[in-house]
T-cell receptor
Framework: GESVGLHLPTLSVQEGDNSIINCAYSNSASDYFIWYKQESGKGPQFIIDIRSNMDKRQGQRVTVLLNKTVKHLSLQIAATQPGDSAVYFC???????????FGTGTRLTVIP | GAVVSQHPSWVICKSGTSVKIECRSLDFQATTMFWYRQFPKQSLMLMATSNEGSKATYEQGVEKDKFLINHASLTLSTLTVTSAHPEDSSFYIC???????????FGPGTRLTVT
């Protein structure tokens, strides 16, 4: 089975600071990891993904780090902006199953 | 980009009636679509996997006779909530798997309120 959890349910950061959102998973066979952003009343929006053969991947202002040894995933947002305020979910997919298991979610609030 | 739409975006129905929610992939074909349910301030919970031309696969605890899923074409899956009750009120979200990638693209969700 798979369980996914987030270390902090809420996170408040000052505009311009960097944000770090963490996620833990339990199944060492998990192969594909995705971060989603969900704004109120909307569906999840893909942010960035990473496969288990990598430990870091960068996008525009976002970086995902994967530590398979401790089964930990993090999302780093650089220069956080008010538009980044949302709930962030990590999701884990086991190769072949294509079923996403979502974490609890972290609400990020950016303070102007 | 890959766009997934849902219709309606919100619906209010009376207890005991049935409601159909549509999920469409607008610019790609999706052999597999997924249906999720999300209660307020909670995470998304997978309800079922919908495969084009075959029966849906339901997650444990999801009643297949209550949540009817039809995936008749490569761009359309429907979820029908039959004999709806107030406890079925939730945010229903679909996603479509864009092959050959692993990426799933999510619809905007449908807010169902059963009175």
């Amino acid at each position: 089975g798979e369980s996914v959890g987030l270390h902090l349910p809420t996170l408040s950061v000052q505009e311009g600071d960097n944000s770090i959102i963490n996620c833990a998973y339990s199944n060492s066979a998990s192969d594909y990891f995705i971060w989603y952003k969900q704004e109120s009343g909307k569906g999840p929006q893909f942010i960035i993904d990473i496969r288990s053969n990598m430990d870091k991947r960068q996008g525009q202002r976002v970086t995902v780090l994967l530590n398979k040894t401790v089964k930990h995933l993090s999302l780093q947002i650089a220069a956080t902006q008010p538009g980044d305020s949302a709930v962030y979910f990590c999701a884990v997919d086991q190769t072949g199953a294509n079923n996403l298991f979502f974490g609890t979610g972290t609400r990020l609030t950016v303070i102007p | 980009g890959a766009v997934v739409s849902q219709h309606p975006s919100w619906v209010i129905c009376k207890s005991g009636t049935s409601v159909k929610i549509e999920c469409r992939s607008l610019d790609f074909q999706a052999t597999t679509m997924f249906w999720y349910r999300q209660f307020p301030k909670q995470s998304l919970m997978l309800m079922a996997t919908s495969n084009e031309g075959s029966k849906a696969t339901y997650e444990q605890g999801v009643e297949k006779d209550k949540f009817l899923i039809n995936h008749a074409s490569l761009t359309l899956s429907t979820l029908t909530v039959t004999s709806a009750h107030p406890e079925d009120s939730s945010f229903y979200i679909c996603s479509a798997h864009r092959t050959p990638t692993y990426e799933q693209y999510f619809g905007p969700g449908t807010r169902l309120t059963v009175t």
